[in-house]
């Protein structure tokens, strides 16, 4: 139905063909539903081998992507599906393989691909209810949901306000990203708001809100574990870099309190306004659980919005064995949860939750043409305009998976790398760095005998171990990266034990449920075999040096 | 195969059952293949309906939505598929029907469909190398294609920049809103940069660069019909909706230049720096194009960095017949173009170029875990953190629409704007209000005797009929979209014929092919009928009392 070009003929190109190519096929037989079954068939060729990523230089790649002139002629469909197998998918890194145990990128259960179709096939537009109706009440359905996961309103709370005009139980958007600055964007406004003849800072930016409330800056507070994105908030948000203030953690990735209450004294001092507070619920590195109770007692203690980035752990809620590491998340006044991280959604969808349904009133915005005043149009509160209906997908797998799925999914994923992490600290050749709380650990690789020598040595000796260890693993981590079959990502910490010296380890973590004990130990047993083959290597010489010295 | 889960049976939920739902599904029969097959037949039948929307109450439709609670149980997969046919398929709105004329939502290619499933199946993370592979170097290419579109630079200049390390031709993202908040974010970041001691805006803040510059603020100056996400961008950078300045249009919707150049001066006599002009390549309302050229001149005399917003107009750089009416978009500093309006691909993708690929570098961002500097990971400038594949859904449309389909898709669209505004000019009973330059244009309804008496009237009588026939151009708008055969939408202008007077008009957005002069004719047949239906409704009543006192 869709071979509508002949190759390099121009008298192929007509409105006629064009036409054609957005006209539904009518056919079950046709050329286009007889390439979507081969399209099946070779991604489940394709996800069913384990291996990561085949071996292929990225430089190689690239040749196969060099044309930045837009083609004067078209392609058949089939030619470029052809291309795609052959050139994208195969080159593709396999996130789904159980031994991919590096980033954050979640398995995908396989109902999701079919599911998919109706979201894409249908193109509706969360801007507004005009063009996206059902998806409109589907996704406050899911904003419910979660809220009500999050901090257990009643009944009532939510028959009051999930499908109202003006308010908003969260906003969904494309990632944790743009659910941190959101919520970042919204205590901002809401600290220097309307005050008086001042007409709040959305209207007047920081300048003007500086001068009026006297301030000589604002600041949002997070422990020296917080991600990334925090930081490109405070300077999408005219903040600052400087004005996201990194607080101390402890040997468990924590944040210090006494030092968090140190420094909001300190910043009072300068009359910067700490406005901000965020706790983490599953630290990127390492996974790791700030103190949100007391975070919470000193937010409100200082006035400060207190925001939990749950991006990563915020699905532990659903375990009714593992909910009390999250303990007094029910009263941060927003948090973020990343959907296609362990609510196991494809990639692209990530949401924020306001305790107040007020909250979001703050960056309320409209227009004469679309998400006009009053309409229940969910595009007037979020930082996004056009979106797609992914909510579906979220309420598939909620649906699908359900409350208990989703328990079990988390609690396998705790234990294995509890089980993990124990096996790691009873080997003679590695070393246990930070322990797992949810599913995230890092370690490295240190024989015996340098493990030893470590204890024994002087700070400089130590130090200059540390060194060499750090490009070790990092040689370690890309050759078997390179090997393809298994990938473990890598990250620099500063551990205590070393004298906050920092180093590079290995970091696991764990969100596909395919992955097994066995599969761990191959990728240890894989790092093992590529250490001994490096035994020439310089850094490895450098390292016998140093023993020797000691 | 995925059929795992009896209903409320809790026995089923067993860890065994969830590995399985995350196993691809070996047999081509298999349940979910049965049902995929069956959410194509479904998806066919739908789309082949050329109704817009089924008549249905959201407050009833809301009714399906309403339960807050996570299911403890699972359903079946099929279960959930027929939900989700019958309660959100069957109550969408059908944005690629012909008659859907009234949003920037298009229609899609089918092809579009079973290629998605590879991106979805896939489940790349664009973030990072490590989790993209070969769709990092695809996401480079269709940067470089566009920029090449946009630009025209040699082709020395692709092959040096295309793959480079540190440098890149632009950033995709989830629409045209992050790409404008991106291009503002890197031109504020440079306009207030590292300067002796001052180590720049990303860093200190906007309070410490207003203060370092001397400056009472910084503005960005657009015309008043400027989309309402550069407004939303002035908030979230921390520069306050008051300063991005609204200049005022000429009759075509223009931005005026000599208002411009007053308004640039008087902000500098009041010590604010405007640091960006945008210019519009289609505005929302009216498709209208800024004198971008003449712009170019201002912004380089006064230092802006010009961006120019071709969200929907950029693709008309295909068309070597309508690309002369942008010239001097060359010219700009940054170029946002939507992927998922004209240029046909599914809800999710727009992107921003930048001419000069070391421009990016003043939001640069790198973190030990990912990004690290000097990687090619494309997250090191983009707003977002982890990001879809969508990139390869347009690098398919470039390749199998080809430049001369993509031409041919805007001539029509512009060809068929212009067709049908000469026929609503020739009509009795409507009233032609901006003349569609691209493929967007406004009416109203207003019979023959109204159009004659609101010549003849004074200021106080004409206000009035306006005010009446704003009022019933609405319900006729609402009325239509609610009998679900035609859907246009609708917006607030103020004609230079009307004294400035704000009066509601219909506005046509044309971006699906299969949208003819028929469809169109049959759209404003329908209005008529309305209209007369209307006849005794107090809006019509007030108007004959109207024309009956004059």
Redesign the interface.
């Known amino acids: 139905?869709?071979e509508v070009?002949k190759k390099n003929s121009?008298a192929e190109?007509?409105?006629e063909n064009?036409?054609r190519?957005?006209?539904?096929?009518?056919a079950?037989g046709s050329t286009?539903?007889r390439?979507?079954t081969d399209?099946?068939?070779n991604?489940?060729g394709?996800?069913?081998e384990h291996i990561v990523?085949e071996e292929?230089d990225?430089?190689k790649?690239?040749q196969?992507?060099?044309?930045?002139?837009?083609?004067?002629?078209?392609?058949?469909?089939s030619e470029?599906?052809e291309?795609?197998?052959d050139?994208?998918?195969a080159?593709?890194?396999h996130?789904?393989s159980p031994s991919f145990v590096?980033?954050?990128?979640s398995?995908?259960?396989?109902?999701?691909?079919?599911?998919?179709?109706?979201m894409?096939?249908?193109?509706?537009?969360l801007v507004?209810?005009?063009?996206?109706?059902?998806?409109?009440?589907?996704e406050?359905?899911v904003l419910?949901?979660?809220?009500?996961?999050t901090y257990g309103e009643s009944?009532e709370f939510?028959?009051t306000w999930?499908?109202h005009g003006r308010k908003r139980l969260g906003a969904f958007?494309?990632?944790?990203?743009?659910a941190n600055?959101t919520a970042l964007?919204t205590a901002?406004?809401r600290a220097f708001g309307p005050d008086g003849d001042f007409?709040g800072?959305?209207?007047?930016?920081?300048?003007?809100a500086?001068r009026h409330y006297g301030c000589?800056?604002?600041a949002v507070l997070v422990s020296d574990r917080g991600h990334?994105?925090l930081?490109?908030s405070?300077?999408?948000?005219?903040?600052?870099?400087?004005?996201l203030i990194a607080i101390e953690t402890d040997s468990c990735n924590r944040i210090c309190l006494d030092a968090l209450e140190r420094k909001i004294e300190e910043l009072k001092q300068q009359r910067i306004r700490p406005f901000a507070l965020v706790g983490i619920a599953g630290t990127?590195?390492t996974g790791n659980i700030d103190p949100l109770d007391k975070m919470a007692d000193i937010a409100e203690a200082h006035g400060l919005h207190f925001h939990v980035d749950a991006a990563w752990g915020g699905p532990t809620l659903?375990s009714n064995r593992y909910r009390p590491l999250l303990k007094g998340i029910e009263r941060a006044d927003s948090v973020t949860i990343?959907a296609?991280k362990q609510l196991y959604v494809?990639?692209?969808v990530g949401l924020v939750l306001f305790r107040d349904p007020s909250m979001l009133e703050s960056?309320e915005?409209?227009?004469?043409?679309?998400?006009r005043q009053g309409s229940?149009d969910l595009g007037s509160t979020t930082?996004?305009?056009?979106?797609?209906?992914?909510a579906?997908l979220v309420h598939?797998g909620?649906?699908?998976?359900?409350?208990?799925?989703?328990a079990?999914?988390i609690e396998?994923g705790i234990e294995l790398a509890r089980r993990f992490a124990d096996r790691i600290a009873t080997l003679d050749d590695f070393e246990l760095v930070s322990e797992p709380e949810l599913n995230i650990f890092t370690y490295r690789w240190v024989p015996a005998e340098v493990q030893a020598r470590l204890r024994e040595a002087d700070a400089g000796l130590r130090h200059q171990i540390n060194e060499v260890l750090s490009r070790i693993t990092q040689t370690l981590q890309k050759e078997q990266?390179e090997r393809g079959k298994a990938?473990v990502?890598?990250?620099?910490l500063t551990p205590e034990c070393y004298d906050q010296q920092a180093i590079t380890v290995f970091?696991v973590v764990l969100a596909?449920?395919?992955t097994t004990d066995e599969v761990l130990r191959e990728v240890i047993e894989e790092q093992r075999e590529l250490a001994a083959e490096m035994y020439d290597n310089a850094d490895m010489q450098a390292l016998r040096a140093l023993l020797a010295q000691a």
């Not at 894409?120 to 537009?125: C, K, S, V």
């Not at 507004?128 to 589907?138: D, G, R």
């Not at 930082?383 to 992914?390: N, T």
Request: hydrophobic share 40%; aromatic share 8%; glycine share 6%.
């Open positions: 139905m869709v070009h121009m190109i007509s409105m064009l036409l190519i957005f006209t539904v096929p009518e079950p286009l539903n390439l979507d399209i099946s068939a991604l489940a394709f996800l069913q990523a292929a990225l430089v790649i690239e196969d992507f060099n044309d930045t002139r837009v083609p004067e002629d078209p392609v058949f469909v470029h599906t291309f795609l197998l050139k994208v998918v080159q593709s890194v996130t789904s590096g980033h954050m990128t398995a995908l259960p396989y109902f999701m691909i079919p599911l998919s179709k109706i894409i096939a249908l193109n509706q537009n507004k209810t005009e063009t996206s109706k059902a998806f409109t009440p589907l406050r359905q419910g949901m979660l809220h009500r996961l009944t939510y028959d999930l499908h958007c494309s990632g944790g990203t743009v600055i964007w901002r406004n007409p800072i959305n209207h007047s930016g920081i300048f003007g500086m000589e800056g604002a990334y994105s930081s490109k405070a300077d999408v948000l005219g903040i600052g870099r400087e004005n990127t590195e659903f990343d296609h494809p990639m692209g960056i915005h409209h227009a004469q043409y679309i998400i229940k930082l996004e305009g056009s979106r797609p209906g992914m579906m598939a909620l649906k699908i998976i359900s409350r208990r799925g989703y079990m999914l396998n990266r990938f990502s890598r990250t620099r970091r596909n449920p395919l």
